[in-house]
């Protein structure tokens, strides 16, 4: 199936699920998009923006997915279902966030069903380097929102950079940070320049 949305000039334009412009910053380079199957249950159109460095490693990433239960899924089991508790408001919308500090060791080897596995092999068939590589640890921001009475379907925003300081006791906000006042600091910036990398319009 061909991708149903476009992005022309860092603008992605989406007619349905949901009907939105989405402008992302000119500093984040669009390499493609692709449409994926995700453990046979989801389908996603998927939007991959990157700022890479002359070596083509990537230093930022915004993923942009329109994701689907399938129609064959249970729609009273396959529904999508965010309990985290902090919301932000994006052009009079409010959606969903988290945020996570997460050890790249602890990503493992991905499901070569999943839209992690499936994202990271398209990004290296672009002749990048993941984020991931050679770091210890990435910090990632998401904001989503679930779409329809029925919620099967979903708009879902990933932000990833590398987090250099040292590994932190609570990886979960949820959780609760425990964290210096320098590292609070940099995940302040970071959470700023994650709602800075797209703009609703």
């Known amino acids: ?3 149903q949305r476009i992005c022309h000039s860092n ?4 007619p349905a699920w949901p009907e939105i412009k989405i402008q992302v910053e000119p500093s984040l380079t669009f390499i493609g998009a692709q449409q994926i199957t995700i453990y046979k249950v989801a389908a996603a159109e998927v939007f991959v923006f990157v700022e890479a460095d002359a070596q083509r490693k990537i230093q930022r990433q915004l993923i942009v997915q329109f994701e689907h239960f399938l129609p064959h899924t249970d729609p009273t089991t396959y529904r999508y279902n965010y309990t985290t508790p902090h919301t932000v408001n994006l052009n009079g919308e409010t959606y969903k ?3 996570r500090v997460v050890p790249v060791a602890a990503f493992g080897v991905p499901d070569p069903e999943s839209d ?3 994202v990271n092999q398209f990004i290296e068939s672009q002749g990048y380097t993941r984020l991931t590589q050679n770091i210890e640890q990435v910090v990632v921001k998401r904001i989503m929102k679930e779409l329809g009475e029925d919620r099967r379907h979903e708009i879902l925003w990933i932000y990833r950079e590398p987090f250099n300081p040292p590994t932190l006791l609570f990886t979960n906000e949820d959780e609760g940070f425990m964290v210096s006042a320098e590292q609070r600091s940099l995940l302040a ?5 994650a709602i800075r990398s797209f703009a609703m319009l």
């Open 1 to 3: 199936m061909d991708i």
């Open 11 to 14: 603008l992605i334009t989406s």
């Open 97 to 99: 966030t988290d945020l």
């Open 116 to 118: 992690v596995a499936q």
């Open 189 to 193: 910036d970071f959470e700023a320049r």
